[in-house]
């Protein structure tokens, strides 16, 4: 393959779809999250390929038609790495989501740090490494995705296969008081340096990487300055870079524009009866702030009679690992919390708080961020949160105002335009939300307009491009899209 036609190589835990099974067979449907919404337009005609597990265990032979027929339509390959029940929890279920997640958010009080997790996250990264390999070129840039395959370059030096490869990691890099509690903390660290690239949401985060790195490799040091530096070890360097995700703006703010969004915007609006809407979006996780907030409502209703019967808090909790107790636990005491403020505060004609407990089609979505006053998104630490983004891209009239967490990784891009607000300060937060619904509609419009201007300006592509430039010194536009492609099928 010429180096001219080098082809960008996407490797994820999971495809940018989802096996569904329904009573006439296995259905393909496409996938939720940020880190598909960033990537898919990205690979579509550019020739790439992405490499994942279906999300099925064990899945059936008839699955790889449906595959094939999404690549022919997708304008990019897929290429699946099987694994079995057992594989899914230790190494998904269990590594990365009762460790790696909760410490990385700062929750380590969560975490179960059982070695046989370990031991399967190892066989599960070997096992992906090994579909790497097999799939891909010398000249393919590989770029490996968040904090389920940190072990992918470890992997596949140890095999002997070269390859230039970046790695970026969605959530947040804790500093080292908390990432030494891991118990594997030096073969974790020593896994990320033997990447090329590794990227992180915040300067902040790549911070913590190096201080952490410093503690259990004192001979690193670290060069350069501003978002990419070179770091340098006894016997190799890599970099480390902040490269802060985003968006397809113009794709949110069109959909927002729409005769048929516009619509159900009115209709929101009446059914709400022209009230000032507040609106939360979440996935269901006990990172996201969710019961916090609702505690806030409810102290601002109490604390600020004078907005009874005028607002309307509206959360979106989209569910997620609904088998795990803690996410049961946490649906629970969320509903619970909700019959709570709804039964202090409700008057014939006015329930204060809307809980939907569902995914809502993308259209809908973007009816309810352009319909919404305010967007409250308040988790309690978050690698970037793209609600925060979306929300913005969607306020065409500009008269929005985003309450943000100062513990997102957003903050750090928005903080001078959007109103930051600590998360576990519920009367901080009551207090702050009353301001900004009596806030005059110039001082909105000011602030709106320079919160899209930026997430405009920095959107996916360029995130995509930032990344690029700094692994391979190459562009997005390096990748060009083509009219024809054909795939080799294996």
């Not at 496409?30 to 064990?58: C, D, F, H, Y």
């Not at 010398?138 to 230039?164: C, E, T």
């Not at 607002?311 to 996410?327: G, H, K, L, M």
């Amino acid at each position: 393959m010429e180096s001219s036609l080098q082809r960008l190589v996407v490797v994820s835990n999971r495809l940018p779809v989802a096996l569904k099974k329904e009573a006439d067979g296995w259905k393909l449907k496409q996938g939720s999250g940020g880190l598909v919404t960033a990537m898919a337009p990205v690979l579509k005609n550019r020739g790439g390929m992405w490499i994942g597990w279906s999300g099925a265990a064990e899945p059936e032979a008839d699955m790889e038609e449906l595959f094939s027929e999404f690549t022919e339509e997708a304008g990019y390959e897929l290429c699946t790495v099987p694994l079995t029940r057992e594989e899914v929890r230790g190494y998904y279920d269990g590594f990365s989501n009762e460790i790696i997640w909760p410490l990385f958010h700062d929750l380590q009080s969560l975490c179960r740090f059982h070695p046989r997790y370990w031991r399967t996250y190892l066989d599960v990264n070997f096992k992906f490494a090994e579909a790497v390999a097999r799939r891909s070129s010398p000249d393919d840039y590989i770029w490996i995705q968040d904090y389920h395959l940190m072990h992918q370059a470890f992997f596949l030096k140890s095999m002997g296969v070269r390859r230039n490869i970046g790695f970026f990691l969605h959530i947040p890099f804790p500093p080292p008081d908390i990432f030494m509690k891991l118990p594997w903390r030096a073969k974790l660290i020593q896994a990320l340096t033997e990447f090329d690239l590794v990227g992180f949401q915040t300067i902040q985060d790549r911070r913590n990487f190096t201080a952490c790195l410093h503690r259990l490799m004192p001979e690193a040091r670290v060069e350069g300055r501003g978002a990419v530096v070179t770091v340098n070890m006894s016997n190799r360097s890599f970099r480390a870079g902040a490269f802060p995700i985003s968006i397809d703006y113009a794709q949110f703010s069109e959909m927002a524009a729409r005769p048929d969004v516009v619509q159900k915007v009115f209709d929101l609006k009446e059914a709400l009866r022209h009230r000032k809407i507040i609106l939360g979006v979440d996935r269901m996780d006990y990172t996201k702030g969710i019961p916090e907030r609702i505690r806030s409502i409810q102290t601002m209703l109490r604390r600020y009679p004078d907005l009874m019967g005028k607002v309307n808090f509206v959360q979106i909790a989209v569910p997620s690992r609904e088998e795990v107790d803690e996410y049961k636990e946490l649906r629970t005491e969320i509903e619970q919390l909700v019959g709570r403020v709804n039964g202090e505060f409700s008057v014939p004609g006015w329930v204060p708080v809307h809980y939907h407990y569902r995914s809502l089609p993308h259209d809908e979505l973007v009816a309810y961020y352009a319909a919404a006053d305010v967007a409250l998104v308040t988790p309690l630490r978050d690698g970037m949160n793209l609600v925060a983004k979306e929300y913005c891209a969607c306020n065409n009239k500009g008269n929005g105002v985003l309450v943000l967490s100062e513990f997102a990784g957003a903050a750090a891009q928005l903080q001078r335009h959007a109103y930051l607000v600590n998360p576990y300060d519920v009367e901080g937060i009551a207090k702050a939300l009353h301001r900004v619904l009596y806030w005059p509609k110039e001082e909105r419009k000011a602030h709106m307009s320079k919160l899209r201007e930026q997430i405009r300006r920095n959107n996916i592509f360029r995130w995509v491009d930032s990344f690029l430039r700094a692994g391979i010194a190459k562009s997005l536009e390096d990748f060009p899209e083509v009219e024809t492609v054909h795939f080799n099928r294996v």
